[in-house]
């Protein structure tokens, strides 16, 4: 199927819809009939005419947002509007450098904005790589390759290993054949596939009669008829559901989009007042519409689009550190505040690499440590290593791995992968394990003839005949089928076998996959296998309990999300045993806690749903349309839930989850590009690390808000002051600073100090504390009452000196134009140096700086080291004094405007004293997050 346009040709028929039947719980010949095709497939006339009706093996292509919608995008915003307006008008009235300025902050925040975003949205196109381009199918009695996307209903396909199929198909024959079905359901491993009817209330993953599209054959050969393609395949309707799925805004841009519509209707406001209130007073019109576009201009913090992505794109940076790839800005903040984890089982809780857990002989019961395809691990019984393997344990294991077409071998760039089997694959790591390798047991037991597992007699069979010694025959498979050709155990005592199915059952219990190991000694010799050879006869080696275990680090990292208030949530298209058991290893769940499926999820009514996704946290056997609707409850209740997968199946959710997180190597490309993160490792524990590093982000944008607001509210009060108590000077307004110096705080004081913020390290009890809620706003009543007190400061000290500084050089005999910019130069510099001490404030919103560390974020001194530097060409340089009417300035003025300035430093450490006194008071412990809300944990008990 490969995915296609909306450009089909005007007579080409749309792809039909096709409901596709039970048709995996009828028998293959009812199939076939019911079709209208044999196992010498279509005629190709029949199959034209079935092209014509059911259209291409296709999938419907989204319409991807065109460049010029996503560039025009960048600027829907309120406070973008108003700076685009007061660009207009000032090239109005003629000031080119104000709106040239303002104009430009637009276009860089445009740019950012579309640049970003200019590669997201591409996730239907990936499914197109999940299927071949052509296909070998019977059609008029002849074998042949026809496109894939040209299949139909009723064709006849011919698998083997290594083929991908390219349609949803019943088969019909099978030999020894197996599935990769992890990308469609989560299964862990391959599927094996029989010809066999099943229930018809089967969940996708249990449909072993079927083969469906984009699924890998691992192994064995097989001819099936097709009985969906296109939209009405699985992957279609996965199509659907992520066309049907809502991106969602992320908090961030949620509470930053409120922040600017008030700010715009307040500054719209004032602005409309000042200019009111300037004609009250006598202004000429051109000058009072001046002073309220220069107020606005004042008001609008103009860098702060640009301090937001700049400082999500250091966040970026860290997460990459952190193994955690970003690919939608906001996607950094809003990690940091989900509530809920809904992760799947398989490679990202556990590594998908089988391993031999547990060993069980005639003789006793043991352990084997290590995770995954690495051979290191050590024998223990009862928890304690075992010196020397016992013989029995040797002898398990050997013919584990002889019996066995698995291989290991280093990958590329460290660590071991496996060719084959995974099952049988964790066979050979747990004999090399042990001191034998694969290579050295073939060399000293060449293998003569096998008899290769297939599901209708679950066993695998092979004839050895070692240098020395006498031919053996080993067997491994289903304990119930070997332990029916067994007659006694190692070493001739008798077998009782309900005493081995009580061990089979104890590591069944336990979500392992169990084999039973056998071997016989043929007298006389053999030329080759059959099932006479194999029928009786054997003696019982032991059993091998193998699973996909948890990764430790994964489970530390779920606890530290516990300890954070994010609820760990596993939702899995595997068995419900196996999730069980992983989930008890991790703490996810209790021992009597139950697993919820995905057919008991299908017959819930939506409250018992919602119910069932608040309450339960590990849910099996699930389909795509279960995860959906589980992160659709979840986000009904409020909760911001972030999802992870690696399959086509996890896409739908994806999308859809307020963060949806892939892995980056097992992930599918359909996954990774329905996903705001990916992760680079697979590793849950990554998953934490970037929760982290996104309430980190959101701390120090905090603190750059609460950094950057007082400068523009104090600009607008200097403004406001002026108009309405100042006298005009020659019918002209005293300002005591030009709009010009205002964009030149604005946009050079305020981003140049505010960006060494986003370095700021983490505050200390940052995984401590719960999310936030949803509906918390932005900016904390603490911070805006701060904001006030900063703000009224900077106003006092910057129009206290400009009055007197413009006074003085009057007195001094100096013009009322050159005194003017001096007075003007002096304001600016006080406000300049107001920002730089309280920038030192800001490092931390309810500590000192003492506390954090003077030297622990050493960039703050460089800004205001570089800042200093461009204050003093603003001072100084005859060029910029031209550019914004300054004047240079005494040792003196710099003085008085440092003294004025460094008020704000002991004021607000005061404020921060009695701040951590009253939350003492109140609370017994000190405030616990950026906007000094006192955090009280929801307690989340846990399950056990």
Request: one cysteine or more.
């Amino acid at each position: 199927m490969k995915a296609t346009g909306k450009d089909m040709k005007p007579n080409a028929p749309e792809p039909a819809r096709i409901e596709q039947k039970a048709y995996y719980a009828e028998h293959a010949e009812a199939v076939l009939e019911a079709l209208g095709s044999s196992e010498r497939g279509l005629l190709s006339t029949d199959a034209a005419e079935r092209l014509a009706t059911h259209g291409p093996n296709v999938l419907p292509k989204a319409t991807r947002e065109s460049a010029l919608r996503l560039l025009l995008r960048q600027i829907e915003s309120p406070l973008i509007y108003v700076l685009i307006a007061s660009a207009a008008l000032a090239f109005a009235l003629g000031k080119i450098t104000d709106g040239a300025v303002v104009l430009g902050v637009v276009v860089l925040n445009t740019l950012i904005g579309f640049v970003q975003e200019y590669r997201a949205g591409q996730a239907i196109e990936a499914l197109s790589s999940l299927v071949p381009d052509v296909a070998t199918v019977m059609r008029d009695g002849r074998t042949i390759s026809v496109p894939a996307e040209e299949l139909v209903p009723g064709d006849v396909v011919l698998l083997a290993a290594g083929d991908k199929a390219p349609a949803d198909m019943r088969l019909f024959h099978v030999k020894n054949l197996a599935a990769d079905e992890a990308p469609l359901t989560g299964e862990s491993v391959p599927v094996r596939k029989h010809v066999e009817p099943v229930p018809k209330d089967a969940a996708v993953a249990d449909r072993k009669s079927m083969v469906h599209g984009g699924t890998l054959i691992t192994t064995g050969t097989g001819h099936a008829v097709v009985v969906a393609t296109g939209a009405a395949t699985e992957i279609g309707k996965i199509s659907s559901m992520l066309h049907e799925a809502v991106e969602l805004e992320t908090p961030l841009t949620r509470s930053l989009a409120r922040v600017a519509k008030v700010l715009t209707v307040a500054i719209a406001i004032v602005a409309a007042l000042m200019v009111v209130v300037a004609l009250v007073r006598g202004y000429p019109l051109l000058e009072a519409v001046l002073a309220g576009i220069t107020l606005a201009v004042a008001a609008i913090p103009e860098g702060l689009p640009a301090i937001i992505t700049i400082a999500l794109a250091i966040g970026v940076q860290r997460m990459a550190a952190r193994r955690a790839v970003v690919r939608k800005l906001p996607a950094v903040e809003t990690l940091g505040q989900a509530g809920v984890v809904c992760t799947d089982k398989t490679g990202t809780l556990t590594r998908s690499e089988m391993t031999v857990a547990a060993i069980w002989t005639p003789s006793d019961a043991y352990e084997l440590s290590g995770v995954g395809y690495t051979p290191e691990g050590e024998l223990r019984r009862g928890g304690k290593a075992v010196g020397t393997t016992p013989d029995d344990v040797r002898a398990l294991l050997r013919a584990a791995a002889l019996c066995n077409d698995a291989r290991l071998a280093p990958r590329e760039g460290g660590g071991f992968g496996i060719t084959g089997d995974p099952t049988e694959g964790a066979l050979v790591v747990a004999a090399q394990k042990l001191g034998m390798t694969g290579d050295a047991l073939r060399e000293e037991a060449p293998r003569r003839d096998a008899i290769p597992f297939e599901s209708e007699h679950k066993y695998m069979a092979t004839l050895h005949a070692p240098s020395s010694g006498a031919q053996e025959i080993l067997m491994k498979g289903a304990p119930e089928v070997v332990l029916g050709r067994a007659t006694r155990l190692a070493g001739g005592a008798p077998l009782e076998r309900h005493v081995v199915l009580e061990h089979v059952e104890v590591m069944a219990a336990r979500g392992m996959r169990v084999l039973a190991v056998a071997s016989r000694k043929p007298e006389p010799p053999i030329a080759g296998l059959g099932e006479a050879e194999v029928a009786c006869d054997f003696e019982l080696l032991g059993l091998v309990g193998m699973i996909d275990p948890p990764r430790p680090e994964a489970i530390e990292a779920v606890r530290a999300c516990q300890r954070a208030g994010i609820t760990v949530k596993m939702i899995t298209g595997d068995h419900p045993v196996t999730a069980k058991a992983i989930a008890i290893e991790l703490g996810l769940i209790g021992s009597s806690d139950e697993v919820v499926t995905g057919r008991e999820l299908s017959t819930m009514p939506r409250a018992e749903l919602a119910k069932a996704a608040q309450t339960r946290n590990v849910f099996a056997r699930v389909a795509p349309e279960h995860k959906l609707r589980l992160v659709e409850a979840l986000q009904a209740a409020r909760q911001v839930v972030a999802m992870t997968g690696d399959g086509v199946n996890d896409a739908p959710a994806l999308k859809q989850a307020n963060i949806g997180v892939a892995m980056g190597i097992t992930g599918t490309a359909v996954a990774k590009q329905a996903a705001d993160i990916v992760l680079t490792d697979d590793n849950f524990a990554s998953i934490r690390a970037a929760v982290e590093e996104g309430r980190r982000v959101y701390d120090n944008l905090i603190k750059a808000l609460a950094f950057v607001l007082p400068t523009n509210i104090g600009e607008a009060l200097v403004l406001l002051i002026a108009v309405l108590f100042f006298p005009l000077e020659d019918g002209r307004p005293l300002l005591p600073m030009a709009p010009v110096q205002i964009l030149w705080i604005n946009l050079v004081a305020t981003v140049t100090l505010s960006l060494p913020l986003a370095f700021e390290a983490k505050e200390p009890n940052l995984m401590e504390r719960p999310p936030r809620r949803t509906d918390e706003p932005i900016l904390g009543r603490f911070v805006l009452a701060r904001t006030a007190v900063v703000a009224l400061l900077m106003t006092a000290g910057a129009v206290g000196l400009f009055l007197t500084e413009y006074r003085d050089k009057l007195d001094a005999g100096l013009s009322a134009e050159f005194a003017l910019r001096e007075a003007q130069t002096m304001a600016v510099t006080t406000m300049v140096l107001f920002q730089v001490f309280y920038l030192l404030n800001c490092r931390s919103l309810h500590g000192s700086s003492l506390a954090i560390g003077l030297f622990s974020n050493p960039l703050v001194y460089v800004g205001i080291g570089a800042l200093l530097l461009l204050q003093l060409g603003f001072v100084y340089l005859p060029f910029m004094n031209t550019l914004f009417d300054s004047a240079p300035l005494g040792a003196r003025e710099w003085a008085k405007a440092a003294a004025v300035a460094l008020v704000v430093l002991p004021v607000i450490g005061l404020e921060k004293w009695w701040q951590r006194r009253r939350a003492a008071r109140r609370t017994g412990r000190t405030p616990g997050g950026p906007s000094f809300r006192v955090f009280r944990p929801r307690l989340r008990p846990h399950p056990s």
